[in-house]
């Protein structure tokens, strides 16, 4: 019986990479004339969408001067950090160098942007560089802000059963060390989630799902309890996907309160604090708490005339671009590119790499006199977790509509084959991208 399971599994294994393959295949950079161009572009952030977006400039122009502006020399695979924070892989497996990713005769300064001055066509650097560009993708990321929650230490992640996958892959690594022991008594389990928008929305309900596994496997579920804190009406933005998750927190025993936002914790005392719209506080206490911060655009960019103004990505400071073109709605030299972008939803890795070929597209068409081409859906998708060895290939558009891409994967059907695509195809996919070459 072994020898056919590991056979199944192999062949299941070898089946995934034929989508993957023909799916990047589709989306490979087409052969055409360069754009002769003396145009300075600026790209302001390394990860996956501003590399992405380097390579694939470099490929379509012929003379340009690109900058990328990012002071961080590491490069993370971030869609990884839950496969470590729950013991699947290594932190190795997630940690990379920017500088092996950058294309030929691109200019690195290693230096974080501190303002933005598009009235001007400026890039200020911390260390008060001044760069001119002609042209200009945002691709920052998002901003964290623990500092919404009073009592929190980033650096106590770890210890005292304080865990969150977020903030880099060394705290991934940590909270593994802190699920790994908790999982060894069992307890309490508090996982929580912000009302803000979020890069990886699927991050919080994959935790959640895999703490119920560890202590499954620990023997230690039965007297443990898991529930989950969220400060918003809904676990998921999308209903389908909401209502499955819930379906099947219920029959996991996962207690659900909604509206509930965390807003501090004792870290030395195993207390976390909870607030409710009606402004009642409600401290409960945990044997493991994972955090998840509220987000928003980085200062830089919420600090600028880049920025929304109004509307519902006002308070965040989310770019202000056009959800279809992702072109700047006021300074038409300006895309966004990423988890910076205010939109209604595309906050992912695969949002990225469905996008950046329509930014390159439309920036060129920008750079050629032309009015931008491309259109952008909305694409997103999360390879939603539910146990190890088992998830589920969630992808979905603006409208919430799910739109799958792989005829044999349900999309809210749990499958082995949908684990294969997280645990050992996306990140050659990743890496694809990252390349300009998918």
């Known amino acids: 019986m072994t020898q056919i399971n590991t056979s199944r599994r192999r062949w299941l294994s070898s089946m995934a990479a034929w989508p993957v393959a023909a799916t990047l295949a589709s989306h490979a950079p087409q052969a055409q004339a360069r754009l002769k161009t003396r145009a300075h572009i600026v790209i302001v952030g390394s990860g996956l969408a501003g590399i992405a977006a380097a390579n694939r400039l470099s490929q379509a122009l012929d003379g340009a001067r690109i900058t990328i502006v990012d002071g961080k020399e590491a490069h993370n695979y971030q869609p990884g950090y839950t496969l470590v924070a729950t013991g699947v892989w290594p932190v190795g497996k997630v940690v990379e160098r920017n500088a092996d990713f950058h294309p030929a005769g691109v200019e690195w300064v290693k230096d974080f942007a501190a303002e933005f001055d598009p009235a001007s066509n400026v890039v200020v650097t911390q260390g008060g560089q001044r760069l001119r560009y002609d042209y200009l993708i945002v691709a920052t990321g998002t901003q964290m802000n623990f500092d919404q929650i009073d009592g929190m230490d980033v650096s106590a992640i770890g210890r005292h059963g304080l865990g969150c996958v977020y903030p880099s892959a060394q705290a991934a690594e940590a909270t593994w060390v802190a699920l790994d022991t908790f999982r060894g008594t069992g307890g309490r389990a508090l996982m929580t989630l912000p009302a803000t928008p979020l890069k990886c929305a699927g991050a919080p309900l994959k935790m959640t799902f895999m703490v119920v596994d560890r202590l499954r496997e620990a023997g230690t579920l039965g007297r443990s309890t898991v529930e989950f804190h969220s400060a918003l009406g809904n676990v998921f933005g999308v209903k389908a996907v909401n209502d499955n998750v819930l379906a099947r927190w219920d029959k996991l ?160 059907q749990e499958s082995y084959f949908a684990w294969v695509m997280k645990q050992r195809m996306l990140k050659p996919a990743y890496l694809a991208v990252l390349k300009g070459r998918a």
């Not at 830089?300 to 073109?325: C, N």
């Open 253 to 412: 025993g996962v207690g659900v309160t909604y509206h509930h936002k965390l807003t501090a914790v004792d870290i030395g005392g195993r207390r976390a604090t909870f607030s409710t719209p009606e402004g009642a506080q409600e401290t409960l206490e945990y044997d493991f708490l994972h955090v998840v911060p509220p987000m928003s655009a980085p200062n830089p960019v919420r600090q600028s005339d880049l920025a929304w103004k109004d509307g519902p990505f006002a308070a965040g400071g989310w770019l202000e671009v056009d959800k279809d073109t992702l072109q700047h709605r006021r300074y038409p030299n300006v895309f966004g590119l990423g988890d910076v972008n205010g939109t209604p939803r595309g906050k992912t890795a695969a949002t990225v790499k469905k996008s950046t070929p329509l930014v390159v597209q439309n920036l060129l068409d920008v750079m050629a006199g032309k009015a931008p081409s491309a259109t952008f859906d909305g694409y997103t998708s999360c390879p939603l977790i539910v146990r190890e060895g088992s998830a589920m290939l969630i992808e979905f558009d603006y409208e919430g509509r799910l739109t799958p891409s792989l005829p044999m994967i349900e999309p809210l």
